[in-house]
Every structure is written in structure tokens, then in C-alpha cells.
């Protein structure tokens, strides 16, 4: 009983450390530049799906609660970065929190997922990345903030779990069977729309046109507020979704109509487990950021018909 919490006060004293020894390099990085909106590297999008499943594996598999512990951690030090126009930095008890938070949330998976993402990540990361971002900061502090990283990382991994948590099996009430049958007549009459979009292409990676990060970041924002307040089980239940629909896809990125049908009942559900006013707050955040040449452009790219 006393185990878990002793384990929790060493992430917390840990996070501490590592905001006090890492805070002034956070200080030095430009979190508005628009550096951070592009691929990391070559354009590998097979490669780069991999890696965002292995971050839905990993995702599902976190405790939900600590999940939206540390989105709630993230939505707050957003309100700071928001005021500072300048640089995008946040306070150091929001860095703290932030680290903290998202220690218990890695501590919650077994070592395996965590790594799964790591290798994965790496894969598609230029290795003159880290340099060239080094390069951007004080180079001291950049190397001290790095080392106190690695103690956390130590810290955190004495109170790892060794085996995944196992979503629980979900019955649907009678509105949840309601969105399902409509997921499904929604995906029958839209697979051929599905098939025809190049899910290969590189625009996806592509910033929006005409916008800056403060801007994308206030709507990134309302996706996260909006994220709290989903269901944790129902949320799980979506993600396990989507990383079956990205086993079944094929050379072109398409998935099968029944994982596709999987995927849209998921997320109607998700949606349907908050209030209408926070999904309307993030479909207005995203509208005035998507500039009406964007909708029109890739409609451009399908058949308009279907």
C-alpha cells in the first residue's frame, strides 16, 4: 500500500531536481518557432505512422487518470506560454508540474512501450537534429539540463510497472449502439472518398498556411481541455481502434472499411461523452486557423462527388 506513494514522492522530488537544474535552458528555446511544426526529418510517412502507433500503444495503455493529470498540467502551463508572445515560456512551477506529471504517466507503462516509441521516434529523427537544436541554445546549460533528464528518467523507471494495464471490455448502452450504427452507414457511404485521398502525401506535415504557433497552440488547447473531459474508458476503446485500423492499412495508406467503421463509432463516442460546448470550442479554434483555400485545396485532390 505505502509502496506506490513512496515511488510517487520520488517523481515528485525528482521533477523538482530536474526543473531546477533544467529551467534555464527552457527559458532559452524558442517555443513559437515555427521549427518545432515540421517533420524531424526525411519524409517517411509509412515510418512516421509507425511511430505515432507505437504512441497510441502506449497511450491506451497509460492510466487514464494520470493521463488527464498531465493534460490538465499541460493546458495550464499553456495559459502561460499564451501571455508570453515573445518565446512561448512557460513558469518554472509549470515546467515542474508538466515533468512531473508526465513521469507518473511513463511510470504507468511497462519499459518495453516506452521504448517502443524512443526506437520508433528515432527512426524517423535526422541524427543532426539534437545537435543543430543544441546549437540554438547556451550549450552548458542545454548538457546540465540533459544530465538532471536522465536522473529523472532513473528515477521514474524504479517505479515502472512490468505489465500493461488491461482496458476493460466496454458494453455499449443504447446511445453508444445508436452512434455505432450510424458509424456504420457513415463509413459505407465515405469509403470511396477513404480510398481516393493520397495518404502518402507530404502536405500533411505541412504547416497551416498563414498562422503562427501561438495560434495553433490556443487551439491545440481547446483539443486538450476537450481531451479531459472525454471518458478514459471510451477513450481507450478509441485509440485501440485506430492502432488496429493502421495494422490493416495497405501500400497506400488506406485502412479496411470495417477498421474504418471501428475508428468513426470510437470517436463519435468519445465525442458524444463531453458537453457540446467544448467540442464547438475546439471546431471554432481550428476554423479561424484553416483559412478556406485549405478545405478547397484538398477537395481539389478527390473526386468532389464522393
Known sequence: MLAPAAHA???RFAAKKLADESYAFSTQVDWNNGLFMNQPGSFQPLAALKAIDKMIVMGAAADPKLLK???EAHHKAIAGALSSPGSGAIAKENWQEINEALGRVIASVPESMVMDVYTSVSAITDPKVPAYLKSLVNGPDAEKAYAAFLDFKDVVKKSQVTAARTPPVLTENPAQAGIS???????EASYPFLKEVDWLSDI???????TTSQQVLKAIDKAIVMGVAMNGDLLSEATAAH???IGSIDAKGVTSLQDYEAVNAGIGKIIASVPTSKVMDVYNAFAQIVKPEVPNMMLSMVNPLD
Not at 500533411?204 to 498563414?210: S, T
Open 69 to 71: 493529470a498531465a493534460a
Open 9 to 11: 514522492d520520488e517523481i
Open 204 to 210: 500533411y506535415v505541412k504547416p497551416l498556411p498563414g
Open 243 to 245: 492502432h488496429k485500423a
Open 181 to 187: 450504427s450510424a458509424a456504420k452507414k457513415l463509413s
